[in-house]
């Protein structure tokens, strides 16, 4: 089992930022990689950006430039960097693990609001 905290999520003004934090305890040692996806009201959950264990990472096209992956090993913990916040990134952010048995597991979501 693998047990997910996520942190950071707040309100922010456009054109702000937020670091978003996801803290993995359990069996970390059989993750393979960790990622955020993102669930706006209405819409379906879509991904942001996923990070592997040695380093690759992935983003939704239209997140690239916005958005930076993160992970510190030691801690088990990873981050995603959100600079020039946009209305449109109002969304629940989740933390995803997927280990190397393909066990999937999900953090309880934390809320970013981006609004004036």
């Known amino acids: 089992q693998v047990q997910l905290v996520e942190s950071g999520g707040g309100l922010v003004q456009p054109g702000g930022s937020l670091r978003l934090s996801c803290a993995a305890s359990g069996s970390v040692a059989s993750i393979y990689a960790m990622g955020w996806y993102r669930q706006a009201p209405g819409k379906q959950r879509e991904l942001v950006a996923t990070?592997?264990?040695?380093?690759?990472?992935n983003y939704a096209d239209s997140l690239k430039g916005r958005f930076t992956i993160s992970r510190d090993n030691a801690k088990n913990t990873v981050y995603l960097q959100m600079n020039s916040l946009k209305p449109e990134d109002t969304a629940v952010y989740y933390c995803?693990?997927?280990?190397?048995?393909?066990?999937?597991?999900w953090g309880q979501g934390t809320q970013v609001t981006v609004s004036s």
């Open positions: 990070i592997t264990s040695g380093g690759s990472t």
């Open positions: 995803n693990a997927l280990r190397t048995n393909f066990q999937r597991y």
